[in-house]
């Protein structure tokens, strides 16, 4: 599975972006998919995650409410809907799928695209 993330830039505090990560291989509908974000200085961190069938939801604390995450097996491609954005939600975004037991570890991911860049500005 290969893992193309885009939809990175810059906005403004309370402002919105969507991220997307198209995936490539055939057995994607079967991953689960998560999306992490690492600022500079910082540790990497989990934001969002989904199961493979969609029903199945997860949020950091940090971005519950204001974040939302799905995908389109269709379409082989995850979204993250960022709304309400703050300052400290600027990082590199990146998506992650695997078949994967606990979400928010990254360790247990196997695949990983190349990150997009998410600057906040107040």
């Not at 199961?51 to 082989?76: L, P």
């Amino acid at each position: 599975v290969q893992l193309q993330a885009s939809g990175g830039g810059l906005v403004q505090a309370g402002g919105s972006l969507r991220l997307s990560c198209a995936a490539s291989g055939r057995t994607f509908s079967r991953h689960a998919m998560g999306w992490f974000r690492q600022a500079p200085g910082k540790a990497r961190e989990f934001v969002a995650a989904i199961r493979w069938s969609g029903n199945s939801t997860y949020y950091a604390d940090s971005v519950k409410g204001r974040f939302t995450i799905s995908r389109d097996n269709a379409k082989n491609t995850v979204y993250l809907q960022m709304n309400s954005l703050k300052p400290e939600d600027t990082a590199v975004y990146s998506c992650a799928a695997g078949y994967v037991r606990n979400l928010y570890y990254a360790r247990e991911y196997d695949y990983w695209g190349q990150g997009t860049l998410v600057t906040v500005s107040s």
